[in-house]
Each structure stands twice: as structure tokens, then as C-alpha cells.
């Protein structure tokens, strides 16, 4: 059965104060690692899509980077906007199923 | 700006009545999936079509739930009963090689 794993479940930043979010998995076949951004009240925003180890994305103040059992999102220089729960999510099979963490909440701090 | 849009966005019924959520996908997109938020359980796969074919509702209760795609523009979410335990909010997503576009979602609350 997947899992995945996310760690912190809760982030305090300060703006500006660097940090590094933490999705485990364990999953046969993966197709794909996706981060996804959450903001209250609506539905998530997908962000990224790694397929191989030693892969990286980067999008504004955000970069993923992907291991064999996990993968990590750098959040560089936080501004308050960049607050939202982050979820971490891996793809099985061809329709490409996915199997969602329980996110991390970050916020960030003016 | 293409998205996937849902209705309604709030419902709150009676428990034991039926409720229908509406999902209309990104036009070009053969994968339509459903999902469930709750606080404890987080985000889980209720079911999923591809190509307007149902592949997967091995996440949903089958005496109460039942999904369907009547055609390319609409995905459906039936649940008759409703019961308090499925209040939660329900996500629609549509995508077309791997990525997941999600709706806004349906939040429902059965009293």
C-alpha cells in the first residue's frame, strides 16, 4: 500500500527565513512525486511533478528536489504570501493515481 | 483561463436526502477523478474515469455513492442517503498525461 509521509505538519517562518519541507514515500511503480499548494478554501493548485531521482523544479521562491524515498520543497526567502498548506502527493499506474500526504501548513510571518 | 469548475460550491442538506455535485472538466482532459477532504482522513480518491469510462471506485461506499459521466462536459457525485459522516468537502480534478487540476470543490455538510 502507498505512503507518504509529510513532515513538519506545521511551519513558522519569518519572512525571509529559509526552510525545507519533508515528503517521504513508499510506493511500487511511482510515476511521478507532485507538490501542490492548498490555500484555505479552495482546492489544490499543482505546483510540481518529479519522475526520477536527482530531478529538480523550480518555480519563484520554491524548489523541489527528489531522492529514491523522498523528496524535499525549499521555500527561499519567504514572503507571508507564500503561506498555504503544501501537499506532497505520488503517482501510481498509467491514470496516474495519487496518493496525497497530510500536508504541511506554512506560515509566514511579516 | 481554462479550469475545472464545480457546483454547487456550499450544500448543506438533511441526512437521508440525496445530494448531486456537478463537475465540469478542463475541455481536453480524458481523466476525471473524485475526491474527499476531511481533517482527519485528508485528501482521498473516491473514483476516477478515463475517457468517460469508470476505472476505479474502489474508494467509495457503494450502498450510498455512485459517480457517472453522462457525457465529456460533466462528472457527477451522487450520495443517497446522505449521512453526518460524509460531511466534507469534494473535490473534482481533470487531467490529460499526469497532473491533476483540481476544482474549487463542493463543501457539504449533512445535519
Known amino acids: 500500500e502507498d505512503q507518504v509521509t509529510q513532515s513538519p505538519e506545521a511551519l513558522r517562518l519569518q519572512e525571509g527565513e529559509s526552510s525545507s519541507l519533508n515528503c517521504s514515500y513508499t510506493v511500487s511503480g511511482l510515476r511521478g512525486l507532485f507538490w501542490y499548494r492548498q490555500d484555505p478554501g479552495k482546492g489544490p493548485e499543482f505546483l510540481f511533478t518529479l519522475y526520477s531521482a536527482g530531478e529538480e523544479k523550480e518555480k519563484e521562491r520554491l524548489k523541489a528536489t527528489l531522492t529514491k524515498k523522498e523528496s524535499f520543497l525549499h521555500i527561499t526567502a519567504p514572503k507571508p504570501e507564500d503561506s498555504a498548506t503544501y501537499l506532497c502527493a505520488v503517482g501510481r499506474g498509467n491514470d496516474y493515481k495519487l496518493s496525497f500526504g497530510a500536508g504541511t501548513t506554512v506560515t509566514v510571518r511579516a | 483561463d481554462a479550469r475545472v469548475t464545480q457546483t454547487p460550491r456550499h450544500k448543506v442538506t438533511e441526512m437521508g436526502q440525496e445530494v448531486t455535485m456537478r463537475c465540469q472538466p478542463i475541455?481536453?482532459?480524458?481523466?476525471v477523478f473524485w475526491y474527499r477532504q476531511t481533517m482527519m482522513q485528508g485528501l482521498e480518491l473516491l473514483a476516477y474515469f478515463r475517457n468517460r469510462a469508470p476505472l476505479d471506485d474502489s474508494g467509495m461506499p457503494k450502498d450510498r455513492f455512485s459517480a457517472e459521466m453522462p457525457d465529456a462536459t460533466l462528472a457527477t457525485l451522487k450520495i443517497q442517503p446522505s449521512e453526518p459522516r460524509d460531511s466534507a468537502v469534494y473535490f473534482c480534478?481533470?487531467?490529460?498525461?499526469?497532473?491533476?487540476?483540481f476544482g474549487q470543490g463542493t463543501r457539504l455538510t449533512v445535519v
Open positions: 475541455l481536453g482532459h480524458n481523466t
Open positions: 480534478a481533470s487531467g490529460l498525461n499526469s497532473e491533476a487540476f
